[in-house]
């Protein structure tokens, strides 16, 4: 049973940072592309991040490009999602996901997730 259990969200003042988790069970999270996304109170689910599984490399949209990075532990079978200069307007549910899909950065949103998690809180506020 494919598994992505998200965590690290909570409560920051703007300017902190934040090391959000996704840890995979049932699913070799090295073999596939991982996606993060969040989704703001009234407003629609953003595409944040990607790692790709056949180059390696990372996208991120250009709201959080240089402040978010995007990382792979093979040994823990987890990706991370180091968040620093927060501002209130990164405020969001935010969820990994999984096309199941080997594909480079380039087109990691291209194709509907598979495996969703169920998303960890992110909290801006002074």
């Known amino acids: 049973q494919v598994q992505l259990v998200e965590s690290g969200g909570g409560l920051v003042q703007p300017g902190g940072s934040l090391r959000l988790s996704c840890a995979a069970s049932g699913l070799p999270l090295d073999y596939y592309t991982i996606n993060w996304f969040r989704q703001a109170p009234g407003k629609e689910r953003e595409g944040v991040s990607c790692i790709s599984s056949t180059d390696g490399n990372t996208y991120y949209a250009d709201s959080v490009k240089g402040r978010f990075t995007i990382s792979r532990d093979n040994a823990k079978n987890t990706v991370y999602l180091q968040m620093n200069s927060l501002k209130p307007e990164d405020t969001a549910v935010y969820y990994c996901?999984?096309?199941?899909?080997?594909?480079?950065?380039?087109?990691?949103?291209?194709?509907?997730?598979?495996?969703w998690g169920k998303g960890t809180l992110v909290t801006v506020s002074s």
């Open positions: 996901a999984t096309a199941l899909r080997r594909v480079a950065s380039a087109a990691c949103f291209y194709y509907g997730m598979q495996y």
